[in-house]
């Protein structure tokens, strides 16, 4: 099979270093990749936002199977110019992914089908929005209705932080993601996160992970894109991971369907769990960023018989096995991420780091120049490994990160804290 991965970040180095593991591969190109990507695949420069060109180029090449990466292509519909061009592709529809690109879009699916997720209320204007922000009071969640690359969130401890909430976003501060502003409910509970391949009819859960949001050891300061990841994770056990199904994903998913929207991809939904009972904070249509690193070690060669099942309507055919282990990611960032950071800075010890079917270290943010590697953005590396244990992966993740030297960067010394 010739394949086609559409991304350059840590997921999707992760997601074609399991591609490859997997003797089905004849051929992968990555598009546009990073420097961890070229030591393994062929790049190419491509619009992945462009349907027609990512068509084109995939009639081109003989690719049998595209995988995309991040949401972006999603919403932009370039799985559609895909399936109608009769190329095979592992990711949904722009109309079923929506579900990640309109909050107010998934509230209204899961009042529908009564999945359990925050009280809500959805306004086109500021008015309205600001009585009901009065009448409710704090605390609340106020949120962008559109994509806003993960900062349309603001969680309001008082009611006067959610006015100014709306006022911005009304105002213009997330430009048209915040034409619309979804009001919700403040849940509590540990966050975490689920994900399930969806094939428009069958759900297979592939694997629980959890996140550490905010840049700060003991999951303090700004929130960020993730500083790093573990599965399983402990809290999604297999009876609330089944409540999850039941009562969450799989409702969602008959009534997209229902719809006439199909989903099929893999669903990651977050999850906020308290006393047992999990209830849904958020859809994305795509893997993690870190999550995916954790789960494609874990799943190895399996995961691309995985995607490429659930792109070809398979997914009742399908099965997960899982080796008795746990994964753990480390995210190496620039120092000033999530704010302003310095770029072209260059990390050194890269070539002699103990990578194997235990350790790896995927890049997020690289180029390759004059035989240097340098961190292009602010989540540049993820140092990765598995073991028998979460603490022995977690030992194993410090020794990568340890064993590359790089002083305009920093990680977070405790990524696994909960679980541990
Ligand atoms: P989202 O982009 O919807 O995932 O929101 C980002 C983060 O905000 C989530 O991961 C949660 O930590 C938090 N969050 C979002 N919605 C709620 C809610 N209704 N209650 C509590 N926390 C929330
Ligand atoms: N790590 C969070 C995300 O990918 O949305």
């Excluded at 949904?92 to 209320?121: H, M, N, Q």
């Excluded at 069958?202 to 949001?213: E, R, V």
């Excluded at 960020?224 to 999604?236: D, F, K, N, R």
């Excluded at 899982?322 to 310095?342: F, I, K, Q």
């Amino acid at each position: 099979m010739n394949i086609l991965i559409l991304g350059g970040g840590g997921r999707e180095h992760a997601l074609a270093w399991a591609t490859l593991q997997n003797p089905k591969c004849d051929k992968l190109i990555v598009a546009p990749g990073n420097a961890g990507i070229a030591q393994i695949a062929e790049c190419a420069s491509l619009n992945i936002e462009d349907g027609g060109a990512v068509a084109e180029f995939s009639s081109e090449n003989a690719i049998d199977l595209v995988i995309v990466g991040p949401e972006a292509p999603l919403a932009a519909g370039v799985a559609d110019r895909l399936r109608e061009a009769g190329i095979l592709v592992f990711g949904p529809s722009a109309a079923a992914a929506r579900l990640e690109a309109s909050k107010s879009f998934t509230k209204e699916i899961c009042a529908a089908v009564d999945a359990p997720t925050a009280g809500y209320a959805h306004f086109t204007e500021l008015a309205p929005a600001k009585d009901y922000i009065q009448a409710q009071g704090a605390p609340l969640v106020v949120k962008a209705d559109g994509l806003a690359a993960g900062k349309g969130v603001i969680i309001a401890e008082t009611t006067d932080e959610a006015l100014a909430a709306v006022d911005d976003m009304f105002g213009g501060a997330f430009g048209g993601a915040g034409a619309e502003v979804v009001i919700e409910e403040f849940m509590t509970g540990e966050e975490a996160s689920f994900f399930v391949l969806v094939d428009g009819e069958t759900c297979l859960p592939i694997g629980t992970a959890q996140d550490h949001k905010r840049v700060g050891e003991g999951d303090t300061g700004l929130n960020t894109g993730g500083m790093g990841a573990y599965s399983p994770a402990p809290i999604l056990s297999d009876e609330v991971a089944q409540k999850a199904l039941d009562e969450i994903v799989r409702p969602t998913m008959a009534e997209m369907a229902r719809r006439g929207m199909p989903y099929q991809g893999v669903l990651y939904a977050g999850l906020m769990i308290e006393n047992g009972q999990p209830r849904l904070v958020e859809y994305n249509v795509r893997f993690g960023d870190p999550e995916c690193q954790v789960l494609m070690l874990r799943l190895g060669a399996q995961a691309l018989d995985l995607m490429h099942a659930c792109a070809e309507g398979r997914l009742d055919e399908a099965k997960v096995t899982w080796a008795d282990d746990h994964a753990l990611t480390v995210v190496m960032a620039a120092t000033g991420y999530p704010g302003t950071y310095e770029k072209g800075t260059e990390i050194q010890g890269l070539g002699d780091l103990p990578e194997d079917s235990f350790n790896m270290m995927f890049h997020a943010g690289t180029k390759a120049e004059d035989g240097k590697v340098l961190a292009t953005g602010g989540r540049v590396l993820n140092a990765t490994a598995r073991g028998a244990t979460l603490a022995e992966a977690q030992q194993r993740a410090y020794v990568l990160v340890d064993g590359t030297t790089w002083p305009e960067g920093f990680v977070r010394r405790d990524i696994g804290w909960r679980a541990l």
